[in-house]
């Protein structure tokens, strides 16, 4: 971590210490894995996880979704060929390469155990990781778990947590402080000027916190990244607007001294209509930004494990107006150099109309806290118990999934 | 009646004040508001004229998506409309009334990310939700649901009865969005405990509420899309027709989780973010005895003790900021750059992430990276004016009595009048409302 003249104006001596610690400290880091990767996407809306991907080999698949189920493998505009039973969809051929190297996977039919139909609701349970509305997620608390220093930590230290983007997500708030990073949109203020706000700052209690790790960011940013990253949030289109960003938390993740957890959001999956031009551009920038994450974390990518992951699934049958309505089972994605790739797994329930939840949707086989709980276990190091009791509150039913992870 | 009253009369109620309105506002703080109520007050005829009505945004957007020309004649209408309203809240002289306006629309939440109707949203604003927000919810339910922003946003505009006409000929049929959007976040919310079943039976209930292609009425009701017969919702039976959404639409708009729900909606916005028990009990209970009448809840609102507590409670959101600030000096922005700065802070208007509208608590602004673009900006709108105002004035002329001792002093310690101004626009004490 470079510290120049800027963190020691702004008050970053902090920052240029975190690497030392205390003796105590240093053995408990010395004991985590602290140099693998988890990062977690959250795709709002509620991808339709039978477009995604498609089991095309279902023989009521077709017949549920009609023309607007995906063509085969092979054909025009076909899906991306699985292994036979399930095809991806074409806008995502840079994670179809990524699972053929096996470095990507896919769990099938998973949901968390929220099972109404309304986003809000849904996204609030998925991010809290537990059975009801909390006021932090699990992403926050496994940090804490993990890092116990980042819960007390006043200043900026070695923040291990990261949300990436302009809002901190529910999942990524909680007990642990956590950077955060957007790129820049105007340019910095006079030296004189944030001084005489940062000392107003500090006295308010609920903004001199948040201020605090801005500048704490902001500062790391600057070393990793260089001064004035990236472009402003509002250039360009969303698809290169999240390409970018990605790149940056990847960079920031790689950075030796650098978050190990972060924190992404992606909407524009609720395609109620016209689904599948919507879905190809969601899913499409999704696609460019699991190849961003890959470039920025260079060779930390082989430590690392990405979930992007979506509060429900949409109905088997296509609506009257060519999309899909709220539904229940969905998929997730996983991918990194951490993954035990190339594999679609989960238990697949199967299309036929007695095999749907509630005679709609795909019945959910895989709890999604199953597949968060595995990747917290292997990229943080944490026991079953305390995911159990910390991380994911009330879920000791629910055991983490074997074998997404390389041994 | 103190001089603090007054300041935060235009504040927490109104938009921020502009130079001058705290003296306007004298001694009669809860005066002063309750008249910018007692009617709905004029907008001025540019803005209208900038905003195309709902048929002729109509007409643009079906132009739009038939030959797509380039510029974007929606991005334009959108612009135009949009921008026209950013100026009318910068200037406006009834600022509650606006505040009480745009809460409403929020609540009722249309966004461009979806169903193409950035022409529309102006339209939207001026037509379905500001005429009727002083009189019942079941008014502007009925017209915010039926104005063609929301049909297209919320795709009810081609959803199809299965066994109507056109249902049966084209095999093609229902989408469920709005019908369970308006149990969720319109009326009931999930509280009331409705089912798979209601929202499938409301979808049903308002088939055919569709729009004009285009014509001279923007909402059309399409006989041949319909679903036949009787429906069932929340145990009562509406009858097949227009009427029928009508009848399902007054139904849920008076129902007492309702009320309970927008009761709890506006103390949130108007008191703190975790509000009293006894302010929305209030509220409610006002709702529920006059049918609803949302000028009613709005006096109540002013007279509440807990609406007038120090100090301010709540985390102005970006739109609030970006408005109290061009109010505070005098509007130096233009349209595009109003907008521009309150999409760049996060808030871009008319497209919210989704049905739900923006949040209404500081948790979901307060996060670093969004309050240091707040700070950020303070000094790009600074840079623009040609000729800053003394600082200490500004600060006398907006945040008045209610300035803390330590903001003061750090205004006037500035170095300069820029940076004064700076100091002022991006103090947290700003950042409140």
């Known amino acids: 971590m470079r510290l120049d003249r800027r963190g020691l104006l702004l008050g970053l001596s902090a920052f240029g210490l975190a690497g030392f610690g205390t003796a105590g400290g240093r053995a408990a880091f010395a004991a985590l894995p602290g140099e693998r990767r988890l990062v977690v996407i959250i795709l709002r809306g509620g991808l339709d996880g039978l477009a995604a991907v498609a089991p095309y080999a279902d023989p009521s698949y077709r017949a549920a979704r009609g023309e607007h189920a995906l063509p085969e493998p092979g054909r025009e505009g076909g899906a991306l060929d699985l292994g036979g039973m399930f095809g991806l969809h074409p806008a995502m051929a840079g994670f179809h390469a990524l699972y053929r190297s096996g470095e990507a996977a896919i769990v099938h039919a998973v949901a968390g155990p929220y099972r109404g139909r309304s986003h809000f ?54 007990p642990a402080r956590i950077a955060n990073h957007a790129p820049q949109s105007f340019p910095r203020l006079s030296e004189d000027a944030m001084r005489r706000l940062a000392g107003l700052y500090a006295a308010d209690p609920l903004l001199g916190p948040v201020v605090a790790d801005g500048r704490a960011g902001r500062a790391f940013a600057d070393g990793a990244l260089g001064q004035g990253h990236g472009p402003a949030a509002n250039a360009g289109t969303e698809r290169s607007a999240f390409r970018s960003l990605a790149l940056a938390a990847g960079r920031l993740l790689a950075a030796a001294d650098g978050p190990r957890v972060a924190a992404l959001e992606l909407g524009g999956f609720d395609t109620h209509a016209l689904q599948a031009q919507r879905l190809a551009g969601a899913l499409a920038t999704l696609d460019d930004g699991l190849a961003a994450l890959k470039e920025g974390l260079g060779g930390a990518w082989g430590q690392t494990a990405v979930l992007a992951m979506t509060e429900f699934g949409r109905t088997v049958a296509a609506n009257g107006t060519a999309g899909t309505d709220h539904g229940t089972g969905g998929v997730a994605f996983l991918a990194g150099g951490a993954v035990a790739g190339g594999a679609v797994r989960g238990t697949w329930p199967g299309l036929a109309p007695g095999q749907l939840h509630e005679g709609r949707d795909l019945a959910p086989t895989t709890d999604l806290r199953a597949i968060a709980k595995a990747l917290v276990a292997a990229q943080l190091g944490l026991s079953e118990d305390v995911l159990a009791t910390a991380v994911f509150p009330g879920s000791s039913a629910v055991s983490p999934m074997r074998g997404l992870l390389r041994a | 009646m103190s001089a603090r009253d007054a300041a935060h009369a ?124 002083l009189g019942r919810f079941e008014t502007l339910l009925e017209a915010a649901i039926r104005h063609p922003a929301m049909l297209r946003y919320l795709d009810n505009a081609t959803s199809i009865g299965p066994n109507s006409q056109a249902g049966q000929r084209r095999n093609r049929g229902l989408n469920e969005n709005l019908a369970r959007e308006i149990l969720e976040l319109h009326t009931l919310s999930p509280a009331a405990g409705y089912t798979q079943a209601d929202v499938t039976s409301l979808a049903r209930i308002i088939t055919g509420w569709s729009t004009g292609n285009p014509g001279p009425t923007a909402f059309v009701f399409r006989a041949n899309t319909h679903e036949p017969g009787e429906k069932t919702l929340l145990g009562r039976t509406f009858p097949e027709g227009e ?15 309702t009320f309970r729900f927008l009761a709890t909606k506006i103390a949130r916005h108007f008191i703190a973010d975790d509000p009293p028990e006894a302010a929305v009990g209030a509220i409610a209970a006002r709702l529920a005895t006059t049918g609803g009448d949302l000028g009613a809840a709005a006096r109540l609102l002013v007279g509440l003790e807990a609406a007038w507590a120090v100090p301010l409670a709540k985390l102005r959101t970006p739109a609030d900021l970006v408005i109290a600030t061009c109010r505070a000096l005098g509007d130096p922005l233009g349209d595009a750059q109003r907008l521009g700065a309150i999409g760049t802070l996060g808030q871009p208007l008319f497209s919210a992430p989704a049905p739900n509208g923006w949040p209404d608590t500081a948790d979901a602004w307060a ?67």
């Open chain 2, 10 to 133: 235009t504040i927490r109620f109104g938009l921020g004040p502009r130079p001058g309105e705290l003296a306007e506002v004298g001694r009669d703080p809860r005066g002063w508001l309750a008249a910018q109520i007692a009617a709905i007050p004029p907008v001025p005829e540019a803005v209208r004229a900038a905003a195309p009505d709902a048929a002729t945004a109509l007409a643009i957007t079906f132009d739009q998506q038939r030959r797509q020309p380039e510029p974007n004649p929606v991005r334009e209408a959108y612009r135009a409309g949009v921008g026209a309203l950013t100026g009318f809240w910068a200037t406006t002289e009834a600022p509650f009334f606006e505040r009480w306006a745009m809460f409403w629309a929020n609540h009722l939440t249309v966004s461009q990310r979806s169903g193409n109707i950035g022409a529309l949203v102006a339209d939207y604003y001026l037509a379905a939700i500001r005429p009727n927000v």
């Open chain 2, 243 to 257: 009427e029928g959404g009508l009848a399902a639409l007054a139904f849920l708009a008076n129902h007492p989780a």
């Open chain 2, 367 to 433: 996060a670093p990276e969004a309050t240091l673009r707040r700070i950020e900006w303070a000094g790009t709108i600074v840079a623009r004016l040609s000729d800053p105002p003394d600082p200490r004035a500004v600060l006398d002329a907006t945040l008045g009595p209610l300035a803390d001792r330590a903001t003061r002093s750090a205004v006037s310690g500035a170095e300069s009048r820029r940076e004064g101004l700076v100091v002022l626009l991006a103090s947290p004490a700003f950042q409140r409302r």
């Open chain 1, 121 to 174: 609701d849904g996204q609030d349970w998925m991010e809290s990781g537990a059975e009801q509305r909390l006021s932090g997620g699990w992403l926050n608390r496994a940090v804490a778990a993990a890092w116990p220093s980042e819960a007390t930590a006043r200043s900026s230290a070695s923040r291990k947590g990261l949300a990436a983007g302009l809002n901190v997500p529910l999942l990524m708030k909680g």
